[in-house]
């Protein structure tokens, strides 16, 4: 089935509030600190070099400030002025042969909506033409902890580091709560996102068929998203669980990759969920396969639609995100004790 959805307009200017919106934390930050409103904040990302290189994708942290899609790029913002420089990989004449168009630092500019652009090999030139202050400038790097993975952003590397002053603390922590709330251009994104996701777990489940192999699912929701959302990523590794494979919590990765056939009377798991411009959905649901519930497993959706339910009557600003989890988990606990599915 086609779809009635159009991939959504990507405004630059979504980046340029998000630099903003950094400056004024980064510098209210300064102020409380009683330091003085000089540096640069930088980041960067990591070119994979292999003869096969996977599918590219930003860093998120780089992507929020500055919309840059192409590898090779380094990022910094003047605190004093505001000022932003992307910094472009300076390419050989031959990546137009390989790659394509070898485009001018003019259009970085433009397309990004930055005050400057230069060449990466320029960085420590042009960071110290910038600084107007005494002393070395100060770089503020991004470097801090992802708790869900356990892995530490990388600060940025470049020729000519030794000339400046670098602080690894301040950064991370003032980006990461800039992020957490998203602006009204961020929200489009968003919505569309989950939009265009939520299409294409409808379309799954309209051609599911006894018999098919998980995987089969996956590639109908890649297509979908892909096809008529322009969304070239997904938000993380699609989950098509089926059977007893709905118990792994994180199954469909390489060692796991969602190839059983599925049978009658089994019901599935799908967690899947489309990335448009590095804005994610996140959608998990579950049906059977046949398109009929057994009474056990109607019970047991139901009790958790019913705590679904719960969650979305009693959220709302302030409301604390444990409470929300503990509020499920009641009113589910609630519904199986109710269907003697738990004694006690």
Same mark, same amino acid.
């Given at each position: 089935m086609a779809s009635s959805l159009s991939p959504?307009?990507?405004?630059?200017?979504?980046?340029?509030?998000?630099?903003?919106?950094?400056?004024?934390s980064i510098r209210q930050h300064l102020t409380d600190t009683s330091r003085p409103l000089h540096g640069f904040g930088g980041d960067e990302q990591t070119r994979y070099c292999t003869d096969h290189i996977e599918l590219f994708r930003q860093e998120s942290y780089f992507a929020y400030l500055f919309g840059v899609i192409e590898p090779g790029f380094y990022g910094a913002i003047d605190i004093a002025t505001g000022k932003s420089?992307?910094?472009?990989?300076r390419l050989p004449a031959e990546y137009a042969v390989w790659l394509g168009e070898v485009k001018p630092l003019s259009y970085f500019q433009e397309k990004y909506k930055v005050s400057?652009?230069?060449?990466?090999?320029?960085?420590? $030139?042009v960071l110290l033409d910038q600084y107007k202050g005494s002393g070395k400038p100060l770089l503020f790097l991004l470097h801090g902890l992802n708790t869900d993975s356990n892995n530490f952003s990388k600060p940025a590397e470049f020729e000519g580091m030794e000339k400046f002053e670098t602080e690894l603390s301040t950064l991370h922590p003032i980006l990461t709560e800039c992020r957490v709330l998203k602006s009204d251009l961020e929200l489009a994104l968003i919505q569309f996102a989950n939009d265009i996701s939520s299409e294409a777990h409808i379309e799954v489940m309209r051609k599911v068929r006894v018999g098919m192999k998980e995987y089969q699912l996956e590639s109908m929701f890649l297509h979908h998203t892909y096809m008529y959302g322009g969304c070239r990523h997904c938000s993380y590794t699609c989950i098509c669980a089926t059977g007893e494979n709905s118990a792994v919590l994180h199954y469909g990765h390489a060692a796991?990759?969602?190839?059983?056939?599925?049978?009658? $009377?089994?019901m599935a798991l799908?967690?899947?969920g489309a990335e448009y411009n590095f804005y994610a959905s996140d959608i998990t649901c579950s049906f059977p396969v046949n398109g009929k519930f057994t009474s056990d497993q109607s019970l047991i959706y139901n009790a958790v639609f019913e705590g679904h339910n719960a969650v979305i009557k009693a959220m709302k600003p302030g409301v604390n995100w444990v409470d929300m989890h503990k509020l499920a988990e009641k009113v589910i606990l609630e519904s199986l004790k109710k269907g003697s599915v738990l004694v006690g």
């Open positions: 959504a307009p990507v405004p630059m200017e979504l980046h340029v509030l998000n630099r903003e919106k950094l400056l004024k420089i992307l910094f472009a990989p400057m652009a230069c060449y990466a090999d320029e960085i420590a $030139g796991a990759p969602n190839d059983r056939t599925f049978k009658d $009377g089994d799908l967690d899947m």
